[in-house]
């Protein structure tokens, strides 16, 4: 968990892996973060062949940190130089047993087998051995776990809360009037009204969406509803979940299909990027990303330079400028009016031996695209 840096080490956890997968095939192992080492450490884990048992999160938004936690059995930190690592301590809030190397002299750890272990950094045995030790004593391995959560004191949600609200009742303000109640009351009810309206218009705009494809009605109409469903979906936090662990799995396969077919200098056109949370995560020569919503471009922009470039159009409008060794169309496909018609606008956009990728929450959808996409000779 943290930046994908050298000084992390984490090229010697994934070797110690390879030896407890070898012993152990019901393993898995999840790291979090990104960094400079990123894309090296994906290639250690194909070359091991261990891409069906490691998982590269990528960013972990502070809100997703418990699940994180609290989903492992051991938090392993590998690093060669840290100051004071936190991590280890939030691992051992949610009891888990932690792994750190003699080079971390500030971690806080009990002592050997009291909540967790000091590995030697130079030894790929000697923390393949502290896993494997880990892995096969379930029982040991939670009562560890329980001895670093009960060492150190901790504030919870209910003491801070409690402490909070001791402070503002040492500085109490004087009791508002009954007038003054009212008011307030009255300023809180429109809100609301709003709210409600604005889901009704949100449910609407839903509802015309899905029968749209069926219809014979203009292009421009399902264009204009699509985008006002997106900024309902902007205002009211609902994209947020993009940002999350539970979507990091597809991501994950995204990335690992582009590693596999295209693992060098690649360049990438990523169809409804959104704010381009695919953009974060992989690596690129260049890349080009394209969305119909103004907010999700604006947030993306802020880290737009001369190899990546963010552009508000509808995906049947824009016209690429160049050829791209992979195409992307993320959760976009079924967003659109004619989603075979705009396979077929962009195929002549793939470079030779390029990839053309497409991710779908329903199983049907993938099937009907891969079906009716035609070849270069025609064929289907």
Known sequence: MGRLEPKKNLGYLIKAFQLLAAQRPNVELVIAGTGTEEQGLRRQVINADLWDKVTFLG?????QLPALYGGCHVF???SILEAQPLVVLEAMRFRKPVIVTDKIVSAKIGGPGVNGFIVDADSVEDLADKLTFFYDNPTRRKQMGQTGHDRFPVETAATVAEKLDSLYKSNKPAQTSTETSNKTRIQILAP??????????????RICLSIMPYVPLPGEWYRKLLVKDSEHRYMNGRWNYMNGIEESHRYNAIIGICDFLKPEIRTV?????????LQKRMTYDHYVGVDTNERGISLANTRGNENTEFVLSPADRFKPKRTFDVIVFNESLYYMKNPLAIL????????????????????????????????PDGTN
């Open 59 to 63: 960013h972990v938004p502070h809100d």
């Open 76 to 78: 392993v930190l590998p």
């Open 344 to 375: 077929e606008k962009y195929k002549p956009f793939l470079e030779k031996m390029g990839s053309l990728s497409f991710a779908c929450f329903e199983p049907i959808w993938p099937e009907r695209f891969g079906m009716g996409l035609k070849k």
């Open 269 to 277: 056109l990523d169809v409804g990027c959104g704010e381009g949370i």
């Open 192 to 205: 609301r009204r709003k709210t409600r309206l604005l889901k009704t218009k949100a449910l609407l705009t």
